[in-house]
């Protein structure tokens, strides 16, 4: 991760007027594999964790969780503020914008209990790890320090037992967005 530019009072200031303007921005981050941003929007921000609604080809298309103290730094510019004013005259951010489900923000623990309680499927990463973790698939059980998702592969295989991953190692979770949604509905059963 590169150095940040800001405090983190002073990031959490920005957030919040973000977040309150309702703007689009680009959240940079840098992973093991190199880069890893997101744009879209910051719906919510708890003492260690940002949820944001994140955007793909003029489309808000799912969410992602990440910790606060795992980005580099934020951008909302001019591009950041006409791809706002686009979403907004397609009507994308009247109808789309906003989550209906509360995903409690505390820890990870809450983070995963109430995505369980919601039945969603999950891509959960490890990303600063020497080998990247990548896990997708429905949320088994969620402990004191760890999670186990039962990982199905490209073919839609799930995999017969559940992989379990400590918190201290996760870097990002996304949810409900349109891959995750299709393709939970083709899952095949577990392997032998």
């Not at 839609?156 to 509905?185: E, H, P, Q, S």
């Amino acid at each position: 991760m590169a150095k940040r530019q800001l405090t983190p009072r002073q990031y959490d200031r920005l957030i919040q007027d973000y977040i309150r303007k309702k703007e689009i921005v680009k959240i940079f981050r840098t992973v093991t594999d190199g880069e890893a941003n997101i744009h879209g929007f910051i719906l919510e921000m708890s003492n260690d964790f940002l949820l944001i609604q994140t955007e793909l080809e003029f489309y808000l298309n799912g969410y992602a969780v990440i910790r606060k103290d795992h980005f580099d730094s934020l951008r909302c510019n001019k591009f950041d503020k006409a791809f706002k004013k686009i979403l907004t005259k397609e009507g994308i951010v009247k109808s789309d914008y906003g989550i209906s489900k509360k995903i409690h923000l505390k820890n990870w623990q809450t983070i995963f209990a109430s995505l369980k309680s919601h039945d969603l499927h999950i891509i959960l990463e490890c990303e600063d790890l020497k080998e990247p973790v990548f896990l997708i698939g429905p949320i088994k059980k969620v402990n004191n320090k760890s999670v186990s998702i039962q990982y199905y592969d490209p073919s839609g295989k799930l995999d017969k037992t559940a992989t379990k991953v400590n918190y201290k190692d996760i870097t990002l979770v996304k949810f409900d967005d349109r891959y995750l949604n299709v393709f939970r509905k083709y899952l095949k059963a577990s392997r032998k």
